[in-house]
């Protein structure tokens, strides 16, 4: 696929994004319409954005491509921007999320406190990684 688009496919609904500035944004909107089955995803963002609207800071309007095949401006945010929309959202879908980030920060933070944590984790993947590594097999 080429840098200039992309779409993500969860829960076998799509998110468009866009490559822009070095770097992938998505449609707020399609995150929002995935996470509270809205049946007006534009108006909860819209009411959204009223109620924090710090939120508007990490969005970007970026053309992307609509149902009818034109190209019209929608919010788009970067990986860390749709994050911080996700624990805005409250619903049930976004639990999981908000959960994971919890942990991941809560992980991230302890690996500062202790630098050892952080090493043990990477020996860990890597080890995991030689492992499969070993264990393949080349046929001829």
């Given at each position: 696929m080429r840098k200039e688009?992309?779409?993500?496919?969860?829960?076998?609904?799509k998110i468009r994004g866009v490559f822009?500035?070095?770097?992938?944004?998505?449609?707020?909107?399609?995150?929002?319409?995935?996470?509270?089955?809205?049946?007006?995803?534009?108006?909860?963002?819209k009411v959204l954005k009223h109620r924090e609207n710090q939120l508007v800071t990490i969005c970007n309007p970026l053309k992307l491509k609509s149902s009818d095949g034109k190209k019209y401006l929608t919010?788009?945010?970067?990986?860390?921007?749709?994050?911080?929309?996700?624990?805005?959202?409250?619903?049930?879908?976004?639990?999981?999320?908000?959960?994971?980030?919890?942990?991941?920060?809560?992980?991230?933070?302890?690996?500062?406190?202790?630098?050892?944590?952080?090493?043990n984790r990477v020996r860990e993947y890597y080890g995991n990684i030689n492992i499969c590594i070993k264990t393949m097999e080349v046929v001829t």
């Open positions: 688009k992309k779409i993500i496919v969860f829960e076998d609904k822009h500035n070095n770097k992938w944004y998505f449609s707020v909107v399609d995150v929002i319409k995935i996470l509270t089955n809205s049946p007006n995803s534009n108006n909860y963002w919010d788009c945010a970067n990986k860390k921007g749709i994050f911080r929309i996700i624990q805005s959202i409250p619903s049930k879908k976004a639990e999981p999320f908000k959960l994971w980030l919890a942990k991941v920060g809560s992980d991230r933070i302890d690996e500062i406190e202790n630098p050892e944590l952080a090493q």
